[in-house]
């Protein structure tokens, strides 16, 4: 599944200014999975990987759906654990793990995969930027 970000309406007087992007609905996810969706950004668009883990503290992260150890983007296919009580995915090529919350490769700490703060509006999952 692949989300197209929705496009900004201009702004107007009667009308707040967005605060991001909706990526795609909640029925979209697979739960304690990943799903590669495109935003855009003021470079243009990027694929990122959303994990849903309904249930858990925290439900909803993005992170960079690019590999940089195999220079693929195959992040979203990774399979979701916890190492140490930090909730990870592992890259499904050459299995290193990143932290969902912050990118941080465990195996290499000068590796840092971007993330975003992402959310449920409702039934929709938005992505801030």
């Known amino acids: 599944m692949t989300a197209t970000a929705?496009?900004?309406?201009?702004?107007?007087?009667?009308?707040?200014?967005?605060?991001?992007?909706?990526?795609?609905?909640?029925?979209?996810?697979?739960?304690?999975?990943?799903?590669?969706a495109w935003l855009e950004t003021s470079q243009g668009a990027k694929q990122i990987a959303l994990f849903y883990l309904p249930g858990h503290e925290r439900e909803l992260y993005a992170i960079d759906h690019h590999d940089p150890f195999s220079n693929a983007n195959v992040i979203a296919h990774g399979i979701v654990g916890d190492i140490k009580g930090a909730t990870v995915v592992a890259s499904p090529l050459y299995?290193?793990?990143?932290?969902?919350?912050?990118?941080?490769?465990?195996?290499?700490?000068?590796?840092?995969?971007?993330?975003w703060k992402v959310s449920f509006k409702?039934?929709?999952v938005w992505i801030e930027g």
């Open 6 to 36: 929705m496009k900004h309406a201009p702004f107007t007087q009667s009308r707040k200014a967005p605060t991001g992007q909706k990526l795609c609905s909640r029925t979209d996810l697979v739960a304690f999975s990943g799903v590669a």
């Open 95 to 115: 299995k290193q793990h990143f932290r969902l919350e912050d990118g941080q490769c465990l195996e290499d700490e000068s590796v840092k995969l971007p993330t």
């Open 122 to 124: 409702g039934a929709d």
